[in-house]
Each structure stands twice: as structure tokens, then as C-alpha cells.
């Protein structure tokens, strides 16, 4: 049913999944230089920013590559359901001895996909362009149809793959409840609909005539070859790479990576962004969430929590840092991108 | 690492996990005289009618079986917090035309295993004999091995796993969150600290050198395939048997069950037992749900629901009624259990 092909046209069927805030085209370029296709995270970059790192990117490999974007909707803040938020974090503020504005903030952190951008990357024609949460404007689909890039979007349902499908997708990654960082989800907010990778892959490859790439607890050639005996046309792994010499996971992010201790416990939490997304549970989590009902919307739930992160880590602290990782970090360790390319690629 | 030989000791390695309340000793006989092995639930069983449906059983099948039971603690109610809970149900049970007692029951519904049932079961000695929700005291565990009966329990984290080899079990079901009915978890009640199949399956097996099975989202030749893949010696599948003929699923059930819009929503609840369980989300789910603090505790939440149930389902409406089911039902199909089974094992 699915016209799988060569979908991410690399010598290997495996997808660097895109993390913003601990990489950049660096981890990118290794991948693709040996053999995967690498991704460039552009959520929190400005369309400067983002020009200068696919100079660097393209000056670097002639591979393909997948550029990405968030495509939420800006939201309007609510003063009176944000003083409640900061009254949830005020505590933890006191602690760290510093202070933080009562009024709250215009806009923040991550910016959707738009047509500014679109006339940045232009030149670039990127190959794949990937969004989370949905699609862009369909003006904006035709645009980046018109260089000849693929369009990539995560589906968490069946019914967000048939939507997908049906708006201008190219292929669909099917994004098992396993995966770290953030949930795609954008037909629901009701985190009961999320399924497991097991379930929701073949279920989504059997719903939609396109290529299906699988992600979430892809952790070795053994899971990548069973997502694709299950149908998948490629896979996607993210938390594999977090300990890459390529990336930027920051030092305290890595040792908790290297305990099994903290990364066999993970939740899916709205207390760092203001969207779902799952990462290694610590004290915010356990003390605020994991899902606070006065969380602001994404993104502007980041930008008091990221000054309290900023704070604690500097003393050493993750307490209040988003310590994104998937269910399966067995499969983290302290090599080079290539060689956990080719560890995936079972080569 | 896993000394998987052939753990279930049948000519397929596919399980038909024990479901109690949707059927009996027929769906095992089945499943055992076509290649499988068959589980028979008992938890809802007095001692009198498990010996009879072992008796049935034995005498249709000379292959191996599986008998299931609980080995929960029997919990002490609190009738203050009981009083919370017939509150939140005193609207149905008004709308439904009925009454329920003020009293909070003294015991109901599921017996843990015991020294009467193993009296009972002796003299069978059943070739496998499983547990939810960890392992019985250790004197009876001694008293079923001296059987030389396999014992075999669920783990929802690599610490149950982990527990359940250093206390006795001889085979580690690994449950998946996709899995239906039943989360087996007994070292904690944190439903954040459970996995997909895809991440759970491959890190229990590298934890525990004894043979693992994998349950959750199993639902075709495929992913039971990609299971033994990541390690399985076999898998476990309930949803796909619900609708077979030998089972006695409910007609109610049976229909949500083929409805895409129904099965593709399920939820982990309480409001059932007690104890967190995975079925499709239904009214009682959604406005009570799906975990309801005051649910009274483990089985004891399931008696006046089940009185809900029952008036309901007579004017044929589930709102009340527990459709269990895992988040994969698209291998469900109006078929024999040797059909099903033949279709998981591939053949």
C-alpha cells in the first residue's frame, strides 16, 4: 500500500530526528557525511541564523538533508491564568535568589514556520522540509512544494496521518508515544489518543498510500529493522544521538543520560514549553506536573522556566531543566554521529 | 543473553492472554488444540469453578496450558473515601433508575491467589501458571514450582523485571502500554513510568537472563516477528482473540470493537477496578476519567459499576461498561481462535 522507494534518497534508512536546543548543523552534517539523513532543528532560530547554518550545512555535505520547523499557532496570553503560573513558580525563584517580571511575556522562544522564512531558505531548496504540529498555511505548503522539497509531518494518530495525507504531506512519521522531546499531536490535545509505536505504526502505514517513517524507541538495528518489518519506510531516532560528540547536549544532560537510574523514568510534560513533551523526570516535573493546568501556551510556558534552568544549572542543577529523552535511551553512548549512523544502519 | 529455547513448549510461539470476563476454558482449548498456547483467567473463579473449567479443559487438549490469577493485596476500605466515589456515581445510578447501597462493600469481584486455590489446583500441576501484578508469597510460589509448573508474571518497568527474576519467575511477560486490560505494575502506581512495547521489550530483555514475552500492540504475523526481533521467545496477544468465535465477549463489545472511531481510542482508567486498565474510552472514561482519585481501591471500585453496568448494557448502552482492549484492534476479526492464532504465528 505504501510506495516506501528510497524515501530519505541516503545509502541508509535512518533519520536524525530534529532537537532543537542541543544541536545544530554540526551533529547534522555527520550524519548525513556518513550515510543517514541529518536535521537541522530551526524553531528557535531567526531566518539569519538559519541561513547562516545551512551555509554551513551545505558548504559541508552535498547529501541530502531535512530542515525543520514548528508550525503552532502564536498564542494569546491570558494575564490573570499566567499570574497562576508564576505563583506555581515564585517558590522555586525565591530559592534561587532572583526575581522575575509579574508581567508576562509578548511572544517567546519559538517561532512558527511563515513566509519570512520561506524567503530566507529559498535559495537553499532544501530537499526535506519537516514540520511538527500539523502543516503550515497552504499558501505556504505550495511555496516550498514549488523548489521541490518534500514535506515531512508527524502524525501521532490515525486520524492525524489521514489529515496530513490529505493537506500536502509527502511522507508521515508516525510518532510512537516512546519518542522524547515534543509530541506532534495537533488534531487533539488529549494525551489518552497517544499510542505506542507498535500499535501506531502499522495502523498509520495501513490508513495512508504514502511513505511512513517510523520514530520513537528506534534504539538499534534490531528496532529499526522491526519498524520496518512493520512497514516503515525509514526511521527516525533522536535520543540515540544526544551523546554524539556532534551534538550540543549539554554536560548535566549527558550524565543523565548516562544513569539508568533517571533516564529509565520519563514523562510527557507541558511544564517546560507549555506543549507536551517527554523528557527525563525531575523535580519540576514531579513537583508541578507532569501536565499543569496553568502552564501558558506553548511556547511561552519556556520563558520564565528557562531563566529558573539558567539559574540551577549553573549550580550544578537540573531541577528545572528540560532533560528531553525517549523511553529507550539503551541505546545513548559517547561515540561519533557516524558510528551511531551506522549502528542503526546495522553496518 | 535470553535462553529463549522454546518457552511455551507449543508448536507456535504465540500466547493468548488470559482475559477474565470475556472468556472461558472454550477460547483456550481452542487456542491450544491449534498450536498456541491457551490461558485460562481465573481470577474471577471461585476454586469449585476452576477445577471445573480445568477439568473441561484437560479433557479437550493434551498441550500445555496457562492458568492466570492475581496476586493482589485484598485492600481495607475506607468508608469516608467511599462515600466520595458513590457520590460521583449517584447521578448514573439516579439517571438508570436504580439504588445502591450507602455501605461500602467488605470484599468483591477478584481473589487474590491462595493456598484453598492451589489446594484446588494440585492435582492438575498446569504446565505454566501466570501472574498480574507480581508474584504470590513466597511459600506458595515454592508450593507451584514443586509442581514443576512454569511460573510466568508481568513487568511494566525493568525494576519489575528485574524483581520478577530474583523472585522466582521462570518467564517475564513484558507488558507494553498498548496492551489491554490489566497494567500488570506492582513496584509502583506512577503511570508515566510505563513503556511502549518498542522501548520496554528490548530493555527487559538485555536486564534479565531469563525468557522474555512481549505483549502489547501485537496484532499481526508482523509485529510478532518484529518482537522476536527485539528479543521476544514469544508474544502475547488478547485484543486480536476478543472477537473470535470461542470467546464470550459481549455483543455490545464485539461492536465497539469493529468501530475505527471506537477502538482507536482507548485510555489506561481506574474507574472500573480500581487499578489502572486500558479499554476503550467510553462516558464513564471521559466524565469520571480516566483515573478518578477517589476510586475506591483495587477490586473494590468494580462492585457498584458493575451493578451500572449491567442496567446500562440491559437498554444496550456501554457507557458503563468496561471495553477493554489494547491500542491495537485492527487484527481483530469475527474468526476461529485457530484462524487467529495461525494468522499471529504465521502459517
Known sequence: MNSSGNVTDTTHPVVQAPMAGVQNSTLAIAVCNSGGLGSLPCAMLTPEQTVDELTTLTAATSNPYNVNFFCHQQPVIDAQHYSQWLKLLRPYVAELAFDLPDEPPVEGGRQPFSHAMADSIESFKPPVISFHFGLPEKDLIKRVKSWGSSIWSSATTVDEAKWLAANGADVIIAQG???????????????????????????????????????????????????????????????????????????????????????????????????????????????????????????????????????????????????????????????????????????
Open 177 to 347: 508515544y516512546e519518542a522524547g522531546g515534543h509530541r506532534g499531536m495537533f488534531l487533539t490535545d488529549d494525551l489518552t489518543t497517544q499510542s505506542g509505536t507498535m500499535a501506531l505504526l502499522p495502523q498509520i502505514v495501513h490508513s495512508v498510500d504514502i511513505p511512513v517513517i517510523a520514530a520513537g524507541g528506534i534504539a538499534s538495528a534490531q528496532s529499526a529493522e522491526a519498524a520496518i518489518l512493520l512497514g516503515a519506510a525509514a526511521t527516525q531516532s533522536g535520543t540515540c544521538y544526544l551523546r554524539c560528540d556532534e551534538a550540543n547536549t549539554s554536560d548535566l544532560h549527558r550524565m543523565a543520560l548516562k544513569d539508568a537510574a533517571q533516564y529509565q523514568h520519563t514523562a510527557v510534560t507541558n511544564v517546560f514549553t507549555g506543549r507536551p513533551a517527554r523528557g527525563i523526570v525531575n523535580r519540576l516535573i514531579r513537583e508541578i506536573g507532569p501536565i499543569a493546568a496553568h502552564a501558558p501556551a506553548f511556547p511561552l510556558a519556556s520563558l520564565a522556566v528557562t531563566t529558573l534552568r539558567a539559574k540551577a544549572e549553573a549550580q550544578g542543577s537540573t531541577d528545572f531543566s528540560p532533560l528531553w529523552c525517549g523511553q529507550n535511551a539503551s541505546g545513548c553512548e559517547d561515540v561519533s554521529a557516524a558510528t551511531m549512523t551506522q549502528r542503526l544502519a546495522g553496518v
